[in-house]
């Protein structure tokens, strides 16, 4: 590593130095309350009889079914009305803009209405998790197709491709790498507003057991759920890009 | 495949018609449109069988509008193209083959899958693909990079690559637009000369579109020049020459003589479609 | 990421003269046939399927058609409570931007002038950027009340990133050229930060503060919808608890169309301040 490298990572790995440091003096010495920040002793120990006991999952389970539930209505009906509007020139004016401002409105205020229909248990959070994940993936998807090189296709054309050979081998790879990227930022989408949904009303799902903890003032449980919940989203966040950085021939 | 090397090909004598292009008039954009714009304005041309044809004029003149009404990609808005006997309707891919100047080979796929998906287009059955499609990598010397991506080989490659493509459906017509263009002086000599080569070996009919006058008289048959905007034929220039062409052809005082006359014939013209362009703006 | 939407230029009353003038030949270039007029059409189909869907449906505790919606919104807005709710919803939303525009811009700019503090806390900011903040929602309840002030809080911490990220990528994109220039003209440090520097950020400011705007309002909401006692998320859980969903849906129909304007209004003024990067 050159000598620069060094630095960066010393100064990077101090700055978490310190904070863990001014924690650990802050929570030992009580000079802030245990009910705000616990001991960090606590927490390691809520956190190992968190995975040793399987508590953590059923609460995992329940979020993960409405994750992967809301992620596919927001592909599939993303995808299909996406490349129904790419189709033509006049309904990707029509509607590009009028998706895109939609998505500018913190969908999130819907979700006392998804909860008047569906109630507090799971329905509600796929309702929610699906409506955020639909914007980018269908905005995407129109991109995606719609602005595909036009001299692809002219040359595909002159080669006798035409409907479904032209759709296979051109049209969609093509379009791949941004379709792709669609569907990351929606399965994040799904993912903060599934989690947020379980927060703000429910009785089941990773969310809530956070809430629960809280109002129950064993805040060193809560810590230790919401290390599970990071940890579980960054391996979700990898696989994603992952994903889509296999589709990806740039 | 004739062997025709050294026999001026003299393309006015009872040779068969390949291409005949009839009073085509093509018009962009519609009546109400502001920006509606002339590109060829009632122009006829026949390409005879197994001719290099290259067309040239300054930019905007309708060469390249020319080239895609004549393979099909076109229909014109007034005027009769036919191909052989058959009048155009729309690609023939068993006919006519294109190679393009840019965004051409598919970027996600390898460059002998590029070969192989053009087959599969044409209606090539799949057990013979894979073969044709290695046997015209091997003809334009790229069978060591037909794994390859086109991102990963050289604007020269990618051209070749094209090249054996367009070969590879074995189609009578080539129609090649400014192939070159977007390569180096130097690839495009050495690719020139393998063109000038390739075409002295095969019973092709291609027609060329070129900004280069070099180019155009060093491969042509004859060479149609074309005017500013609305495009008219201004000339059409036989060269004479057989084929494949003596790179020292380039050096003869024929080859000078006949570049100048072009470019007195071009001058002119690409004076009138600047001034044009800037009349617009 | 998507693409935003092309500038809805006002085409309609250009459209609207030629396709009055072409009633006698064939109208081809009406307005009906615009993109625009689709838009309207497509949302008035909403709006028509919204109404008779409700009435077809025909239960009010859960399901209101759009008129009586749309009585309500004049109802709800005499409301003394809701109005202050609203007040004060935009109130905050106006300090929590506030902030993070000045805390995002400062320390944007501390840290994207140069290559060693960009490489080092760029990482360790797009780590928190990352981090799913909704988790410590409770916590910051736990720690600031159900008052304003969470609120304040949570917009902030949702704002405040994407204005430092953005305006530390246009810092990084400064052609280091004219930082040189300047420095050779005896150019003084804050000399630089004016002239150069701030001058050269502010269309990824803009960028930065569009995105931060609708981060901001998220963090509210999510902040009033979870710790409720008043507020505009204390009112949608009341008329949603108290089935009446005519009041819930004029509720959110106005806070959503207000996103909305503010989103355009900032999606301009981006394109506007961006002219110059072509």
Known sequence: MTDSKIRIRLIQ??????????????????????????????????????????????PLSVTLFELVVAFFNAVVFGTSIGYLVSRSKFLMRAFEPMFSSMFAVPLIIFYPLALLFFGLGPGSKIAIGSALGFFPVVLNTINGFGHVDAGYMRVARSMGAKGFPMFRRVLLPAALPIILTGYRIGFILCFLSIVGGETIGSFSGLGHQIVYYAESMLTSMMFAYIIFIVIIAYILNSLVFYMERKGNYY | MQQTSAITRNANEGSEIAIHAGNVTHIFGSDTDAQQVTALDDISIDVFKGELLCLIGPSGCGKSTLLNIMGGLIDPTRGDVQVGAAKVAGPMPHDVAFVFQESALFPWSTVVDNVIVALEFQGVPKEERSARAWNALEAVDLADFGNHYPGQISGGMKQRAQLARALSLETEILLMDEPFGALDEQTRMILGEDLSVMLSKTDKTIVFVTHSLAEAVFLADRVAVMSARPGKFKEIIEVGEGHPRDPDFMLSEKFGKMRNDLYGMLHDEIRKAVDGENAQT | MAIDGENRAAKAPADVASGAAAIIQVPTESWFRTPAATRVGVILLIVLFWEFGARIYNDPDFMAPATQSLVSLFEIVQDVEVLTAIYDMFWQLAVAFAMSLVAGLMLGMAVGISRPTYRTFFPIILMVYAFPQITVLPLLVLMFGIGPAIKVVFGFTHGFFPIIVNVIAGAQNINPALLTAAKSMGASRSQIYRRIVFPHLVPSLFTGMRLGMTATLLGIILAELYATRKGIGYFTSFYAESFEPHNLFALVTMIATAAIILNELLRRAETRFGRWRG
Do not use: H
């Open chain 1, 13 to 58: 790995v101090s700055m978490f130095a310190v904070i863990f440091v001014a924690w650990f003096i802050a929570t030992e010495t009580e000079s802030v309350s245990n009910l705000f920040l616990p001991k960090l002793g606590d927490v390691a120990t809520d956190f190992r009889d968190l995975i040793g006991s399987g508590d953590a999952w059923s």
